[in-house]
């Protein structure tokens, strides 16, 4: 029988919130956070902008691509027709390049900066927990790139029954979702039965899980979980993602302490850029690249 319950984590609790969030990332790879920190109304001015972006000619949005900026601009596509999204490739170097070049005015970018800061506030929190949960000491994501993405998904009667965003595990380490509380669809599958488990909207709160990177620092303890979003109203639905990527300037690998003659290290050190490429040019969006990066050695 599929587990249904999304676990809900109060970043408040003052006894065993670090074990708590470690074995959710064992047991689900996903988890809700309530009391994050992070202001709900920042949430709805988030969101407000989110779509007003959107809202912009295809030629200005357009403008976010290309240069050393990065990707900026997706446009639907014959493989995810409804989505667009809009990327900050690096939110600490060109956040400021992205509100330019989306002609944002004041308020926008105000409001974008400061929810680019309490979300990595709230990034750092989560990662210096991971290392206490784990018995381990230090600010795991001090320093590592992350990427901010506001997706659009432009739901019409025709698009009732299908993918918003097909199955897949995210390349990144962790990923904060603030989904949208109108709109549902998000599905993460059950690593013990397979089964989908719809992951419903709760006003106010944000939605974590695991990616590849996680799986293979924890030495494949934490789940790396699968997971779609599925169109089952005609409605708009908006989504705004952290994804906290790994380190710039060194590799990933599992702490000493997760490696044993019982629990030996099951991949070599991941340089993040490389894993992506990697990932892209094999098309194994589910995380089997990781197994292209197996150790071989005992
Ligand atoms: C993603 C993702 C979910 C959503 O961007 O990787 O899974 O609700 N997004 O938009
Ligand atoms: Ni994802």
Not at 32 to 53: F, Y
Not at 76 to 101: A, K
Not at 179 to 190: H, R, S, T
Not at 225 to 247: A, D, M, N
Request: proline share 5%.
């Amino acid at each position: 029988m599929a587990r249904d319950k999304v676990p809900v984590i109060d970043m408040l609790k003052a006894d065993g919130l670090a074990e708590e969030i470690v074995n959710a990332c064992k047991e689900w790879g996903y988890f809700r956070v309530i009391n994050h920190g992070v202001p709900i109304e920042l949430l709805a001015q988030m969101k407000a902008v989110n779509a007003e972006l959107f809202d912009r000619s295809t030629e200005i949005k357009k403008g976010t691509l290309g240069g050393v900026y990065g990707k900026g601009y997706m446009e639907r596509n014959p493989v995810t027709p409804f989505l667009e999204s809009l990327s900050i490739d690096d939110i600490s170097t060109f956040t400021h390049d992205f509100c330019d070049r989306l002609h944002t005015n004041p308020q926008q970018r105000e409001i974008i900066q400061k929810y680019i800061k309490a979300m990595r506030d709230l990034a750092g929190v989560l990662g210096r927990k991971l290392m206490e949960g784990n018995g381990l000491k230090g600010d795991l994501f001090d320093g590592w790139c992350c990427q901010m993405r506001m997706n659009k998904y432009n739901y019409s009667p025709e698009s009732v029954g299908s993918c918003g965003v097909f199955l897949h595990s995210d390349p990144s380490f962790m990923t904060i979702l603030q989904d949208d509380e109108d709109v549902n669809g998000l599905q993460m599958v059950d690593k013990y039965t397979g089964e989908f488990i719809p992951v419903d909207p709760v006003p106010g709160t944000l939605a974590i899980n695991m990616g590849d990177i996680a799986k293979a620092w924890s030495n494949g303890t934490f789940c790396n979980v699968q997971h779609r979003v599925w169109c089952f109203e005609p409605k708009t639905r908006y989504s705004i993602v952290l994804f906290v990527l790994g380190p710039d300037k060194t590799k990933v690998e599992a702490p000493p302490e997760f490696v044993d003659s019982e629990h030996p290290r099951l991949y070599v050190p991941i340089d993040i850029k490389e894993y992506r490429q990697v990932r892209s040019a094999s098309k194994l969006s589910n995380g089997d690249a990781l197994e292209l990066f197996r150790n071989t050695k005992t």
